[in-house]
């Protein structure tokens, strides 16, 4: 049998878990002439969620990660390149003619690939303008596109009012719907809630939580009550350990589900997993804590064994740091992707939190 968990690509059809209620309200939001901000951490599932809903749509999609451009040239090449991957070339080759200032246009001879190339003596602002508006121009002839811009947050490290240039010209589009997804919580609620910001309020707010243990239970025991007796034990444990976040929680199934088919079921087998994925990532641990400095591994080591009061005084003195030290710690690990906040600080990944565990137990 296939094995139905699928963690590290998007996950679509039957590896997609849930979320029904989700995509019902993206669906609704996209069928309007709204925009979305998505915001949730890393690995939560939404760019799976959103290429499901907008698979769905059958409307032309532009998808761009900001974390993978340069600058603001670079950013309306590569959005160009989405467009000829979803138009006809003779078609857009005439409507950018009539761009203000013409790009150069070129098929790569090897990968049949578009090249482009814009004149780099003028503000690269006015490119990007260009690309946008012929989006736009775009929907009024056919299906209203969908534009995606994943990792938003990083728009602010392109260029000084960019943000504020690039809401100036999308205002006024009718045609298109704007999807900006984000990982970093603070950063996208500073471009979006701020009321001094070009972009407050300027498309419905969808912040994406883990999915709830009763459907992610009901998800896992399905499968493994194929395979084995003991299902409900091992769907009660492995949620236990990954407190139902949607990558981990589907990379450990994957594993257990691999040993399971073999027949090799045993009490321990979530503990056997999990110290076989801790040591297969031992490496990319070491890596990672050496980055961080000492507030930030006091403060992870506080955390990892579920320290409550992290930022009491008592905990502040034992630690040697002050109370505001510690909080610019929590800050920091939590812009990284390190730590995530629900109604508490906690370990994005469960296998780091139980790498530094057992690091510590053994130091």
């Given at each position: 049998?296939?094995?139905?968990?699928?963690?590290?690509?998007i996950v679509?059809?039957?590896?997609?878990?849930n979320?029904q209620?989700?995509?019902?309200?993206?669906?609704?939001?996209?069928?309007?002439?709204?925009?979305?901000?998505?915001?949730?951490?890393?690995?939560?599932?939404?760019?799976?969620?959103v290429?499901?809903?907008?698979?769905?749509?059958?409307?032309?999609?532009?998808?761009?990660?900001?974390q993978?451009?340069?600058?603001?040239?670079?950013?309306?090449?590569?959005?160009m390149?989405q467009?000829?991957?979803?138009?006809?070339?003779?078609?857009?080759?005439?409507?950018?003619?009539?761009?203000?200032i013409?790009?150069?246009l070129?098929?790569?001879?090897?990968?049949?690939?578009?090249?482009?190339?814009?004149?780099?003596?003028?503000?690269?602002?006015?490119?990007?303008?260009?690309?946008?508006?012929?989006?736009?121009?775009?929907?009024?002839?056919?299906?209203r596109?969908?534009?995606?811009?994943?990792?938003?947050?990083?728009?602010?490290?392109?260029?000084?009012?960019?943000?504020?240039?690039l809401?100036?010209?999308?205002?006024?589009?009718?045609?298109?719907?704007?999807?900006?997804?984000?990982?970093?919580?603070?950063?996208?609620?500073?471009?979006?809630?701020n009321?001094?910001?070009?972009?407050?309020?300027f498309?419905?707010?969808?912040?994406?939580?883990?999915?709830?243990?009763?459907?992610?239970?009901?998800?896992?025991?399905?499968h493994?009550?194929?395979?084995?007796?003991n299902?409900?034990e091992?769907t009660?444990?492995?949620?236990e350990?990954?407190n139902?976040?949607?990558?981990?929680?589907?990379?450990?199934?994957?594993?257990?589900?691999?040993?399971?088919?073999?027949?090799?079921?045993?009490?321990?087998?979530?503990?056997?997993?999990?110290?076989?994925?801790?040591?297969?990532?031992?490496?990319?641990?070491?890596?990672?804590?050496?980055?961080f400095?000492?507030?930030?591994?006091?403060?992870?080591?506080?955390?990892a064994?579920?320290?409550?009061?992290?930022?009491?005084?008592?905990?502040?003195y034992?630690?040697?740091s002050?109370?505001s030290?510690?909080?610019?710690?929590?800050?920091?690990?939590?812009?990284?992707?390190?730590?995530?906040k629900?109604?508490k600080y906690?370990?994005d990944?469960p296998?780091?939190?139980?790498?530094i565990?057992?690091?510590?137990?053994?130091?």
């Amino acid at each position: 049998m296939t094995n139905p968990f699928k963690f590290g690509t998007i996950v679509s059809e039957d590896f997609f878990t849930n979320r029904q209620v989700e995509c019902q309200k993206l669906s609704q939001i996209i069928a309007s002439s709204n925009h979305v901000i998505m915001i949730a951490p890393r690995r939560f599932g939404k760019t799976s969620l959103v290429n499901k809903v907008v698979t769905q749509t059958k409307r032309p999609v532009l998808w761009l990660d900001l974390q993978l451009i340069t600058n603001v040239s670079d950013f309306a090449i590569q959005l160009m390149k989405q467009l000829f991957k979803k138009y006809p070339f003779e078609r857009l080759k005439f409507l950018i003619s009539h761009f203000r200032i013409v790009p150069s246009l070129s098929i790569h001879p090897i990968t049949n690939n578009v090249e482009i190339a814009f004149e780099p003596r003028v503000d690269s602002f006015v490119h990007l303008e260009d690309v946008l508006n012929l989006i736009e121009k775009l929907g009024e002839e056919r299906a209203r596109p969908i534009v995606v811009f994943d990792e938003f947050q990083e728009l602010i490290s392109l260029e000084k009012s960019l943000d504020k240039r690039l809401r100036s010209v999308i205002q006024f589009h009718k045609n298109i719907n704007y999807l900006f997804l984000g990982s970093a919580e603070s950063l996208m609620k500073q471009i979006f809630e701020n009321k001094k910001s070009p972009f407050y309020h300027f498309g419905q707010l969808f912040t994406l939580d883990k999915i709830p243990y009763h459907d992610f239970y009901n998800f896992l025991i399905t499968h493994f009550e194929v395979l084995s007796d003991n299902a409900n034990e091992i769907t009660e444990k492995i949620l236990e350990f990954s407190n139902c976040h949607p990558y981990y929680t589907q990379q450990l199934a994957f594993h257990i589900w691999l040993t399971l088919e073999h027949g090799n079921y045993s009490d321990d087998i979530i503990e056997t997993i999990v110290d076989y994925i801790i040591l297969l990532h031992n490496n990319d641990f070491e890596r990672l804590w050496n980055t961080f400095n000492n507030t930030d591994k006091r403060v992870l080591i506080e955390i990892a064994f579920e320290q409550t009061n992290l930022l009491s005084t008592s905990v502040s003195y034992k630690n040697g740091s002050s109370t505001s030290t510690i909080y610019s710690a929590l800050k920091r690990l939590t812009e990284k992707g390190i730590l995530i906040k629900t109604d508490k600080y906690e370990i994005d990944d469960p296998f780091f939190k139980n790498w530094i565990i057992k690091k510590r137990s053994t130091s």
